[in-house]
């Protein structure tokens, strides 16, 4: 999994906490993403880094922020997790060729009820 | 709207026979075109080919092609094994240093004995 590791590997909550998800990286690595995988489809970006601190949205932010303090974490965050938001989330890292080439975690199945 | 296709959704082959797997796009700027296999349960993993033109990339028994003039890519497998039951997974690159990605919703291969 080059080098990624989620916390946790499975969550289930209910609607309205909030949750955090963990994504760790031993490489050093500029960007980092957030996906979603839900049946029906494919992976969608949730947030992207660049750099610490730098941050930007993806294609399905909404109800999800992200924050990176330092270059080896990036923290999803759902404010107030509602049932459409149960699904299984991936970090990835892109590697440093300019083919922009993704590395995948191994993912976090978070379930809402 | 960009869009990557996948057909067909399901496939089932036995052990050692070939088969091949499509992938349509409307992705623009169209950058590269890379396949990721992705085992139940797990993240996606690259098989290490990427198309960018009218071009043929293998690894191993894995060989892809691709079409620009028709926007259409495939996976061929050869020689199939018990191991290659997976989904596996169209990525369009469509550009900017971000390095943007859309994924096909994948096609399921099982292999029987």
């Known amino acids: 999994d080059a080098g990624i590791t989620q916390s946790p590997r499975h969550k289930v909550t209910e609607t309205g906490t909030p949750v955090t998800l963990r994504c760790h990286q031993t490489?050093?690595?500029?960007?980092m993403y957030w996906y979603r995988q839900d049946p029906g489809h494919g992976l969608r970006l949730i947030h992207y880094s660049y750099g610490v601190k730098d941050t930007d949205k993806g294609e399905v932010s909404d109800g999800y922020s992200v924050s990176r303090s330092k270059t080896e974490d990036f923290l999803l965050t759902l404010e107030s997790a509602t049932s459409s938001q149960t699904s299984v989330y991936f970090c990835?890292?892109?590697?440093?060729?300019?083919?922009?080439?993704?590395?995948f975690g191994p993912g976090t199945r978070l379930t809402v009820t | 709207k960009n869009q990557v296709e996948q057909s067909p959704q399901s496939l089932i082959i036995l052990e050692g026979k070939n088969c091949t797997l499509q992938?349509?796009?409307?992705?623009?700027?169209?950058?590269?075109l890379r396949w990721y296999k992705q085992d139940t349960g797990r993240g996606p993993v690259s098989l290490k080919i990427m198309t960018f033109s009218e071009n043929t990339k293998s690894n191993g028994r894995y060989t892809a092609t691709l079409d620009a003039d028709t926007k259409q890519s495939s996976l061929h497998i050869t020689a199939s094994q018990l191991s290659d039951s997976a989904s596996y997974i169209c990525v369009v690159n469509y550009g900017g240093s971000q390095g943007n990605l859309i994924f096909g919703k994948g096609t399921k291969l099982s292999v029987k004995p």
């Open positions: 490489e050093n690595h500029r960007y």
């Open positions: 992938c349509n796009y409307t992705v623009s700027p169209f950058s590269n």
């Open positions: 990835a890292i892109r590697g440093d060729s300019s083919s922009y080439e993704q590395y």
